[in-house]
């Protein structure tokens, strides 16, 4: 299922628009809803995981930890027994002690102590588990040596930029990339509690903050209205989203059901990726705040997707299946 709108996010990529091709994955709620595999997010969830560690971290030193990760699993499915649980603390306490100085000996160690732990599993016929365990082990294992492989080699030089403004500012340039971001902090920052009220914000009103009048126009929310406003603007956005999903519940058509789940996985996903990119807590992309962004085509859109959702509901008790 996922696969349906894989392929128009792709389109969108190789247009040089990966903001709007990540509003796709929005759509995952609505599969979620209709009984997608939660086994799929789990593992979309630890490979971003797997991606951002790779990049902050030695690949090496990640790879410790998924060891000893499945390690733990393996023992744990082996025998509930005491001494299983002190060797595994003290083989913890022995990996914190000695990976700086030997880590590559203690990757080695730990490798083959969990060949052995596998080989008890498989040994005690339960080879799924040590099977599934070595299989996403060696896959995390590459994946996270190949992160930064894709991170120089296959990404352009303004997403290098984006990614580093936000998991590594002290590489981004607070004159270039870091600039948007700086200021939008500031500003949000120097609202406090009750804000400066309305068209009082120095850095917004003096046009500091780039762009804060479509992407970045939270910053002026914050400023001018402190930690209040924001908070009533999110306030205001959860109980939407709220609304919509009690529409969605109430439907007896499956394909109103999914449209609602949609548009309320979709206004979502522009929330938090909006705010959060004005605070430094996702990633910076494009990606407007709904029906306060300036831009008449977002407006429009939202607009619509609310109508359609209006115009279904009401027309719910003529739905029989």
Known sequence: APLVFLFPSLLIIL??????????????VPLYREGLNSIIYILGILFIILFITGLIYNPLHVILVLILVAIFISIANNTPKLYWRIGYGILIIATLLLYQKYVLYVAISLGLLFLIVAYLNFKQRKKEIALFLFVILFISSSFTYSVNYLFYNVLESHQRDRINVWLMPDKADPRGSYYNLMQSKLAIGSGGFTGKSYLKGELTQ???????????????????????????????????????TFLAERQRSTFTRVYC???AGILAFHLLVN???????VLVIGIPLPFMSYGGSSLLIFTIMLAVLLKLDSHRLLVFR
């Open 15 to 28: 247009q040089g628009d990966a903001g709007s091709a990540l509003v796709f994955f929005a759509l995952m």
């Open 261 to 263: 789940y949609g548009v």
């Open 275 to 281: 705010v959060g990119m004005t605070m430094g807590i």
């Open 206 to 244: 003096g046009n500091y903050v780039p762009e804060q009048h479509t992407d970045f126009i939270f910053t002026v929310v914050g400023e001018e209205n402190g930690f209040v406003g924001t908070t009533t603007v999110i306030i205001l956005y959860l109980v939407l989203l709220l609304r919509i």
